[in-house]
């Protein structure tokens, strides 16, 4: 969690929020397995190598697995915030139209029961 306040906005943490956090831990921790798994794979053919040195080539290639993943997470959040904001924009934009829509079309119907009035006084 990011604290008492359960968020970093200070807004207290809700179910949606927590499950959000718990998913993302459990999704992270089977890219760490995933990754894990690879090196070994990786490393398996090379039968000369030293235990040690086995373990430093595992722990390497997890690490530059993990940097690429979190590298690759970071590029898909910030298009996910990028197209949040241009949808929330377009949507905007369509709500100012529609509202103008609406209005025009309330004036016009203003306008025309004035004009159905007027006439329909004149002739009396």
Known sequence: MTGEAGRRD??????????????????WQARVAEAEERARSFTEPMTWLTSAQREEIEEHYTRDCLLRARSDLQRVADRCRALRGEYEERYRRLRARCMASVLAALAVLAGAAVVTLAVASARL
């Open 10 to 27: 200070g807004r207290p943490a809700g179910a949606a929020d927590v499950v959000n956090q718990v998913e993302g831990y459990l999704l």
